[in-house]
């Protein structure tokens, strides 16, 4: 079992900069990849970003340019710093571990999301 704790969500102002953290705990050899989900009100939850343990990274298309996701082995912390934010990225984000295919297909042990809001 994995237990994953969020931080950093908050409200910021269009244009502005936040930076979210995943600590993760638990069976930690059991994760070869970690990511960011977000959902906001009245939507599906919907990809944002994976990382695998050998550091190779995916974007959702809306987010390309504007955020980077990282991880900390040895801290065993996942990032994501998020620049350039707009309103459309309000939502909550969930942070996500496990196998690679159960992160990339939205199986793999959830956090409990912390909300993250931009104001226009």
């Known amino acids: 079992q994995v237990q994953l704790v969020e931080s950093g969500g908050g409200l910021v102002q269009a244009g502005g900069s936040l930076r979210l953290s995943c600590a993760a705990s638990?069976?930690?050899?059991?994760?070869?990849?970690m990511g960011w989900y977000r959902q906001a009100p009245g939507k599906q939850r919907e990809l944002v970003a994976t990382?695998?343990?050998?550091?190779?990274?995916n974007y959702a298309d809306s987010v390309k340019g504007r955020f980077t996701i990282s991880r900390d082995n040895a801290k065993n912390t996942l990032y994501l710093q998020m620049n350039s934010l707009k309103p459309e990225d309000t939502a909550v984000y969930y942070c996500?571990?496990?196998?690679?295919?159960?992160?990339?297909?939205?199986?793999?042990?959830w956090g409990q999301g912390t909300q993250v809001t931009v104001s226009s």
């Open positions: 996500t571990a496990g196998a690679f295919l159960m992160v990339a297909g939205g199986r793999g042990s």
């Open positions: 990382i695998t343990s050998g550091g190779r990274t």
């Open positions: 638990g069976s930690i050899f059991s994760i070869n990849a």
